[in-house]
């Protein structure tokens, strides 16, 4: 077995993980063009597979995927949950080799997970994390895909927060933005057990009585709407937190995709038509990372 040290060392300690450092020229994906070219390349594989399925079939009968679906859930909820453990693991440990700095700047760590001193650098262990987790968007977007071959249905929602999300975590390596470290932590926290509770269903489990992904989607925007309220204050009580341009600009785009959540919400539980047209599978399809 894997002993906690061993473990230690793969999630922090490894010097591709210590030495990582954020380039456009050695970064793969790091580039504008790339995130453009891909966020504009995956709307259209999305639109043009909606389209070909209408034309190639007439009936909008779900086309079966087999175990692909509950593969796919599985595969998520093992990375999301490897990355909850490597940027959890590699925070503890950049906390304790630079809180000897942090206390010229009395910074806390609980600061530091909230605001990034001015003048941090994409570099180092929980970048590498966060450079995992923005990677991670691109596999997070196959459901899309699978969602409109099961479902016969292509969700204007999916698209802009696939494509959204994608260009958020560029954003922040790109800024090194403050509040991405905690932001981690709890979207790959929710993932590990949503994308777990869609294997469990998958493979014939009993599911839950209420909407599971649902409710889960919304604390997750809750926690991020709270946390967010604290990157403001703090922003203002130090002085200044690294890279708070992006993080007004991600949290405008986070409140869009909030809007859109609590519309859908709102409607699933009034019972409107909207809602019946759901039916059962509508609370998968709310989250949809």
């Known amino acids: 077995m894997i002993s906690i040290h061993s473990l230690r060392y793969y999630l922090s300690e490894h010097p591709s993980i210590v030495g990582f450092r954020w380039s456009h020229a050695q970064s793969w994906g790091s580039t504008w063009s790339f995130l453009f070219s891909s966020i504009a390349l995956y709307i259209a594989a999305a639109v043009l597979l909606h389209v070909l399925l209408l034309l190639l079939f007439r009936h909008r ?58 003048g941090t650098r994409p570099s180092g262990r929980v970048f590498f994390w966060s450079y995992v987790y923005y990677l991670s968007r691109f596999l997070h977007a196959l459901r899309t895909f699978t969602a409109i071959l099961r479902y016969r249905k292509l969700s204007f929602f999916k698209l802009f927060n696939q494509s959204i999300l994608i260009f958020m975590s560029f954003l922040w390596l790109e800024f090194s933005q403050s509040f991405q470290v905690l932001a981690i932590l709890l979207t790959t926290l929710v993932y590990s057990i949503v994308y777990g509770y869609r294997f469990w269903t998958a493979i014939g489990l009993p599911s839950a009585c209420f ?46 995709i909030l ?31």
Request: glycine content about 10%; overall charge positive; proline content about 5%.
């Open 61 to 118: 009968r779900p086309i079966p995927l087999g175990p692909l679906p509950a593969f796919h859930s599985l595969s998520m909820a093992l990375i999301s949950a490897t990355i909850f453990a490597g940027i959890l693991v590699s925070s503890a440990a950049e906390i304790h080799d630079t809180r000897w700095l942090w206390r010229r700047s009395r910074t806390t760590p609980f600061q530091w997970l909230f605001c990034f001193p001015l």
């Open 211 to 256: 909407p599971f992904d649902v409710n889960c989607q919304m604390v997750l925007l809750g926690c991020n709407l709270v946390c967010h309220i604290g990157v403001l204050l703090l922003h203002y009580i130090k002085g200044g937190c690294n890279g708070i341009g992006a993080w007004v600009f991600n949290s405008v785009l986070n409140g869009a």
């Open 259 to 289: 809007f859109l959540a609590l519309n859908f919400y709102v409607k699933m539980y009034l019972g409107r038509k909207a809602a019946a047209r759901v039916g059962a599978g509508g609370d998968r399809r709310l989250v949809d990372e």
